[in-house]
């Protein structure tokens, strides 16, 4: 973890004015808003825990000295007319006092018909949930990607990201814009470079039961990948608790 916390403040420091602007925007706009605290909203509704299998991260934490433990199996076609698997897509929360949660998302063993199988990287995150209301509710999340996994899945190199979550709710339905900033790196069998992206994300969600909730995302990226332009993307489903 000490590892983690350093090597966010180097690569803080590595980026251009500009992008340090936008990042110290989210941070001081988080950070500096108060409301009038109520009951937690998200003891109240376990839905509002999780965002699976969204890219969104939900503004709640894992409840003090609770855990959350998630796997899933996602199946892939891609451009190249390949498919495969990846899986088992398992991660970890840990609820810390002061509102703050520690996550760890294990590597993916990642199958595909026209490629070598092989693992993704780890990555850890932090995520503290600033400030909760009636209706709002934020939270900023600092995410550490070591450079690990296989040549063709993992990063060749150590990544980095900073979100900020504001959501909100009425009555059954609920929305939540997050806005990250991130240094990724790409595999080693892809070169290992390095590349920055602002990645704006929005969702709406109606709560149809409470155990059922129906969602609608749009998410994207400035940056692509190394000297990519732009790419946004949508993806809409449902969430079921069981029990």
């Not at 973890?1 to 992008?19: E, N």
């Not at 240094?183 to 080693?188: G, K, L, P, Q």
């Amino acid at each position: 973890m000490g590892r983690a916390s350093v090597s966010i403040s180097k690569g803080y420091w590595l980026l251009s004015k500009q992008h340090k602007v936008i990042v110290g925007l989210i941070i001081f706009y988080l950070s500096n808003v108060s409301f009038a605290e109520t009951s937690d909203p998200c003891e109240q509704n376990i839905l509002a825990v999780f965002r699976r299998p969204t890219v969104i991260t939900s503004a709640c934490t894992t409840p003090r000295g609770k855990y959350t433990f998630e796997g899933g199996l996602e199946y892939l076609e891609f451009t190249n007319k390949s498919n495969g698997f990846m899986f088992p897509q398992s991660k970890v929360r840990m609820g810390l006092p002061g509102r703050n949660e520690f996550t760890v998302v294990f590597p993916n063993e990642n199958t595909n018909t026209k490629m070598a199988s092989g693992l993704s990287a780890t990555q850890l995150s932090f995520k503290h949930n600033i400030f909760y209301n009636e209706h709002w509710n934020t939270a900023i999340r600092g995410m550490y990607i070591p450079a690990s996994g296989s040549k063709i899945y993992g990063t060749a190199h150590d990544g980095y990201a900073l979100n900020g979550v504001l959501a909100y709710r009425i009555n059954s339905f609920n929305a939540s814009v997050m806005l990250s900033y991130s240094s990724y790196s790409t595999s080693a069998s892809m070169g290992g470079k390095r590349y920055n992206t602002v990645s704006p994300d929005a969702l709406i969600g109606w709560e149809a039961k409470q155990w059922l909730q129906l969602y609608a995302e749009v998410y994207g990226q400035i940056n692509a990948g190394p000297k990519q332009g732009p790419a946004y993307n949508m993806d809409t489903g449902l969430l079921f608790l069981l029990s």
